[in-house]
C-alpha cells in the first residue's frame, strides 16, 4: 500500500503568526470599544465617560506593540485596516436595523435597533478620532524610539500616548456627544476620558506592553 507523503510545509511555525495575533486583537479591541461606548458611565454624577473607555487603552498599547516590533509603516497599515474593519461592522449591523423582526420578538429588535442605530454616529466619532489619535501616537513613538536609541519603552508609550489621547478623545467625543448630554458634561468627559485612559496606559497597558513586546522578541 502506496504511503501518502505528507506535505513538508504543514508543520513549520507560521513566522507571521505572532503579526497576526497582535492584528488580531488590536481590531477586536477596538470594534468592542467602539459597541461599549454606546453606554454612558455616570460616577456620583460627577463624571462621565463611555464605557469604551475601559478596553481602548489596551487597543492603543497594541497599537505600540505594533510600532515597536514592526514599525510605522506596518502599524499604519492595520490602522487602515481596522477602520475598513469598523466600517464594515457599521455597514453589517445598519443592514439588522432594517431588517424586520417578528411581532413576538418585538423588544428583542427595538433594543437591537436601539443600540445600533446610535453606533454608527459612536463608530464615525470612533473613526475620525482613531485615524488621528493612533497615527500620531505611532509617529511620535517611532520618533521618540529614534531620539532614545531604543531604550526605555514606557517613555515611547506614555509619551506618544499623551499626544495620540488628545487627537483621539477631543473628536470622539464632540462628534459622538454633542447635542446628547450638557456642555458641563461633555467637557468632563473630555477631561475625564482623557486622564483615565492616561492612568490606565500608566498602570496597565505599558507593563503589558513590556511583556507582549519581550515576548515577541523571543519567538519573531
Do not use: H
Not at 481602548?56 to 509603516?73: C, H, K, N, Q, S
Not at 531604550?151 to 483621539?168: E, N
Not at 462628534?175 to 482623557?194: E, H, K
Amino acid at each position: 500500500m502506496n504511503k501518502v507523503s505528507e506535505n513538508p510545509f504543514k508543520n513549520r511555525p507560521v513566522s507571521d503568526m505572532p503579526l497576526i495575533i497582535v492584528c488580531v486583537f488590536f481590531v477586536t479591541l477596538y470594534l468592542v470599544s467602539n459597541i461599549m461606548a454606546v453606554k454612558v458611565i455616570g460616577i456620583f454624577n460627577i463624571f462621565c465617560f463611555d464605557a469604551g473607555t475601559i478596553t481602548f487603552p489596551f487597543a492603543y498599547m497594541l497599537g505600540d506593540v505594533l510600532t515597536e516590533i514592526w514599525g510605522f509603516r506596518t502599524a499604519k497599515k492595520v490602522i487602515w485596516l481596522t477602520f475598513l474593519c469598523n466600517v464594515t461592522m457599521v455597514i453589517c449591523t445598519q443592514i439588522g436595523v432594517w431588517l424586520p423582526s417578528p411581532e413576538y420578538l418585538t423588544d428583542t429588535g427595538d433594543a437591537y435597533n436601539s443600540i445600533f442605530n446610535y453606533v454608527p454616529r459612536i463608530v464615525i466619532a470612533s473613526l475620525a478620532g482613531f485615524l488621528l489619535g493612533e497615527l500620531s501616537n505611532a509617529w511620535v513613538m517611532e520618533r521618540i524610539k529614534q531620539k532614545t536609541q531604543g531604550r526605555k519603552l514606557w517613555i515611547r508609550t506614555i509619551g506618544s500616548s499623551m499626544v495620540g489621547y488628545l487627537f483621539d478623545t477631543l473628536p470622539f467625543v464632540l462628534i459622538g456627544f454633542l447635542g446628547t448630554v450638557s456642555t458641563n458634561d461633555l467637557l468632563l468627559m473630555i477631561a475625564f476620558q482623557y486622564v483615565s485612559k492616561l492612568i490606565i496606559e500608566s498602570f496597565f497597558g505599558t507593563p503589558m506592553a513590556y511583556a507582549v513586546v519581550n515576548w515577541l522578541r523571543k519567538v519573531r
